[in-house]
């Protein structure tokens, strides 16, 4: 509380770095507990004139930029990895990915901590702030400039099976905000108080996360989850290194290698693609434009028995009219016997700098010689309409495709339903990445796990096949029926789990049940303020 200066920004930097560790893949509740704790301190000794000054909330917001700043740059170390695939082209701009977008993000947490310093007042009220100004700018950070709500505070609790159920009501954000208030409590208990007021908010805590647990526990059902009848999925994990996978030059042992996997016996009875009843092919599989490539489709359908389908992620041109150059989209592709190309998804929210560049920026970077990660000539173009995300296949239910990190997204994994028109109702989340980038680094199972809980929002299961793993297939319960580690060369035969009956209350209201809460946080806290006033 004493601190001042760069003293106060270096501490608060470290408490937002331990704050990671409650982050997949290390789950440790406690380290956010320290982290908020150590914040909730820092925004005390800030206080130095009376509530919502100029100075001492712009001590509070640096106070936040710098806990943001230390909470990301730990918990995204893993990105480096992405500059480092082709080294002699990116490896200068690592600093920019590992220090400067935390850096850059940080500034949504200094917001939140100058929010949470206007409605600040000592007590249990300020707890209350807290959690109303990380909510809020964890929100925030998912939704602005695109959005980018990876490791938001609620997955601490996202990752237990029995906590992350909350979600089916008020989804990632709810979790947030009942995050920050359950790990920020047990500052209080160094207040010169009396015991209700030193020992109420920790005890308070404590049976919400309980509450939390117990009704998890309650959720959940004693048996597995039904079944969809008459479909066998295998997902093959090719685990191709990403330095090998889009060289052209290669494409002729790529599809040997795929296609000799898919048809590999998983198990003693197994005979391999005669067993199942659709394939999966992870995220951008192809180093070459496959519709462009007869043979290789070829290939691909006399590889596939009668009656089966493949459903594989790969790059798409839509060729140009006279005058206009190609477009190019990340795919989702679906091929039959016959070579009979069927139903698509492009995708729709695409990675900035990864697979495109910004508008605003675009052009002075090209001419300085400068591009996205995926080299494609412009980068790739986002798909027409959301509305596309829901995909058919023959023998499936409806599929609500994902691509890479759209799958991190709360709220748009199901498209909304054009006004007067039923809403979709998909049967399963489908998720095709290539986490090849980053390697055996916390970076895939974050994505995994994120990934994971939108199969609770949803009552949904999860259909994820990655290039390096994780593959999966996880219930609308959030339960993983069969999976595949990262770093291995497989195939993943695995039962298409149900989907839940009926429309979780998140599913039906979106985010206004976390808003609803918000605002009753936030009248809470302005309470207490005045009670102390």
């Given at each position: 509380m004493l601190t001042?200066?760069?003293?106060?920004?270096?501490?608060?930097?470290?408490?937002?770095?331990?704050?990671?560790?409650a982050m997949p893949p290390f789950g440790l509740l406690p380290a956010l507990c320290l982290s908020l704790v150590l914040a909730v301190w820092l925004m005390d000794g800030a206080v130095t004139g009376r509530r919502g000054t100029l100075g001492t909330v712009i001590a509070s917001a640096g106070i936040g930029w710098a806990w943001g700043f230390g909470y990301l740059t730990a918990g995204l170390w893993w990105l480096g990895s992405a500059f480092l695939v082709e080294a002699e082209e990116f490896a200068w701009a690592l600093p920019l990915g590992v220090i400067g977008l935390p850096a850059v993000l940080g500034l949504f947490y200094g917001a939140g901590f100058a929010l949470a310093r206007l409605v600040w007042s000592?007590?249990?009220?300020?707890?209350?702030?807290?959690?109303?100004?990380?909510?809020?700018?964890?929100?925030?950070?998912?939704?602005?400039?695109?959005?980018?709500?990876?490791?938001?505070?609620?997955?601490?609790?996202?990752?237990?099976?029995?906590?992350?159920?909350?979600?089916?009501?008020?989804?990632?954000?709810?979790?947030?905000?009942?995050?920050?208030?359950?790990?920020?409590?047990?500052?209080?208990?160094?207040d010169d108080a009396g015991a209700g007021g030193r020992?109420?908010?920790?005890?308070?805590?404590?049976?919400?996360?309980?509450?939390?647990?117990?009704?998890?526990?309650?959720?959940?059902?004693?048996?597995?989850?039904?079944?969809?009848?008459?479909?066998?999925?295998?997902?093959?994990?090719?685990?191709?290194?990403?330095?090998?996978?889009?060289?052209?030059?290669?494409?002729?042992?790529i599809l040997d290698r795929y296609i000799e996997l898919s048809d590999r016996a998983a198990a003693p009875d197994r005979t391999g693609l005669s067993d199942v009843t659709h394939v999966i092919w992870p995220e951008s599989?192809?180093?070459?434009?496959?519709q462009r490539d007869p043979r290789a489709l070829a290939r691909i359908a006399a590889a596939l028995p009668p009656?089966?389908?493949?459903?594989?992620?790969?790059?798409?041109?839509?060729?140009?009219?006279?005058?206009?150059?190609?477009?190019?989209?990340?795919?989702i592709l679906t091929l039959s016997a016959g070579a009979t190309l069927g139903d698509v998804y492009d995708k729709v929210h695409l990675v900035p700098f990864g697979e495109y560049l910004p508008a605003p920026l675009d052009a002075a970077l090209r001419a300085v010689g400068l591009r996205q990660f995926v080299a494609i000539p412009g980068g790739f173009t986002p798909g027409p309409r959301a509305s596309q995300r829901i995909m058919t296949v023959p023998g499936l239910p409806p599929i609500a495709a994902t691509i890479c990190y759209e799958a991190i997204f709360p709220g748009a994994i199901v498209p909304v339903a054009p006004p007067g028109a039923p809403p979709a109702v998909p049967g399963f989340i489908l998720n095709l990445t290539n986490d090849a980038w980053f390697g055996d680094t916390p970076g895939p199972r974050q994505h995994f796990a994120q990934a994971r809980l939108r199969t609770v929002e949803e009552g949904l299961p999860l259909v994820r096949d990655a290039n390096t793993g994780l593959s999966a297939v996880v219930d609308g319960h959030g339960r993983i029926t069969a999976s595949l580690p990262l770093g291995v060369e497989a195939v993943l035969d695995a039962a298409l789990p149900a989907r839940l009956s009926g429309r979780t209350l998140y599913?039906?209201?979106?985010?206004?049940?976390?808003?609803?809460?918000?605002?009753?946080?936030?009248?809470?806290?302005?309470?207490?303020?005045?009670?102390?006033?």
């Open positions: 001042s200066g760069w003293r106060r920004l270096a501490l608060a930097f470290s408490a937002g770095a331990v704050g990671a560790l000592p007590g249990g009220g300020r707890i209350l702030a807290l959690g109303v100004g990380l909510a809020a700018s964890e929100w925030l950070r998912g939704h602005l400039f695109t959005g980018f709500p990876w490791n938001s505070l609620g997955m601490a609790l996202g990752q237990n099976l029995w906590l992350m159920q909350g979600a089916a009501l008020f989804g990632l954000y709810g979790l947030t905000l009942l995050a920050v208030l359950i790990a920020a409590a047990p500052a209080t208990l160094a020992y109420g908010p920790s005890a308070t805590a404590a049976v919400g996360l309980a509450a939390l647990a117990a009704f998890g526990a309650w959720r959940l059902p004693a048996a597995p989850d039904p079944t969809v009848p008459g479909v066998r999925l295998r997902l093959m994990q090719p685990n191709l290194p990403q330095d090998a996978k889009f060289r052209p030059e290669n494409r002729e042992d599989a192809f180093p070459f434009l496959i009656g089966k389908h493949l459903i594989t992620g790969a790059a798409r041109v839509e060729e140009p009219l006279p005058g206009e150059k190609p477009r190019f989209f990340n795919s599913a039906s209201l979106g985010d206004t049940p976390f808003a609803v809460m918000l605002a009753g946080c936030l009248v809470a806290a302005l309470v207490a303020g005045r009670r102390r006033a």
